[in-house]
Structures are given as C-alpha cells and as structure tokens.
C-alpha cells in the first residue's frame, strides 16, 4: 500500500523553527516529485513548495520564500521541510503529496491537479 507519514509538526514560538519529514512507505520517492501544502482553520489547502524528483528543482508560494527550503533524501526515502523565523500566519496542518506526473525536472505547488498519493497532514502551532 502506497502512504506518506509527515511528522514533526508541533509547537513553535514566533521566529522559531521546524523541520518537517514525509516518508513514503509502499514505495520509492525516486521518481516521484513531491509538494508541501497546508490549510489552516476555515481556509482553502494552498501549495508551500515542491520539489522536482531530480532534486534539482524547486518551487514555493510567495509567502515563505527566503523562510523555508525543501530537501530530499532519497536513500532515505524522504523529503524534508525546513521552515525558520515562522509567524503565526504559518499555522496550518501541512500535508506532503507525491507527483508521478511532473517530468524529472520540474514541479509544480500552485495546483493539486498531479498529486495523487497524500499524507495524513502534520499541525504547526505558531504562537507565543
């Protein structure tokens, strides 16, 4: 059975830090692209960022450009979120979903159109 398991959500400060890990289990992540999403209460589920199965490229939302960096170890069969200096407006449950459609090279987090297998999401808290 093909799953992802984010983990690493939790508490944080404003300003503080998280990373967070998507596993995939049933399957390798080589070939697949992978995108971060999240939704907080009462809004739509927006695209953070994504990453190509390359590695080689990646892509994210306007709003936490220069704040986190997407990462994957594919030894280990894992994609990786860092997310720094966070503000209350990042608190959502952030879910990772994997893309077998995106060629090799790209990746695309504006829309969930290609992503077809997804974690059970992972909640950040951001609050003093």
């Known amino acids: 059975q093909l799953a992802l398991v984010e983990s690493g959500g939790g508490l944080v400060q404003p300003g503080g830090s998280l990373r967070l890990s998507c596993a995939a289990s049933?399957?390798?992540?080589?070939?697949?692209?992978i995108g971060w999403f999240r939704q907080a209460p009462g809004k739509e589920r927006e695209g953070v960022s994504c990453i190509s199965s390359s590695g080689g490229s990646t892509n994210y939302a306007d709003s936490v450009k220069g704040r986190f960096t997407i990462s994957r170890d594919n030894a280990k069969n894992t994609v990786f979120l860092q997310m720094n200096n966070l503000k209350p407006e990042d608190a959502a449950t952030y879910y990772c979903?994997?893309?077998?459609?995106?060629?090799?090279?790209?990746?695309?987090?504006?829309?969930?159109?290609?992503?077809?297998?997804w974690g059970q999401g992972t909640l950040i808290t951001v609050s003093s």
């Open positions: 979903a994997s893309d077998r459609w995106s060629n090799y090279h790209n990746c695309r987090h504006y829309t969930e159109a290609p992503y077809d297998v």
């Open positions: 049933g399957f390798s992540l080589d070939y697949y692209a």
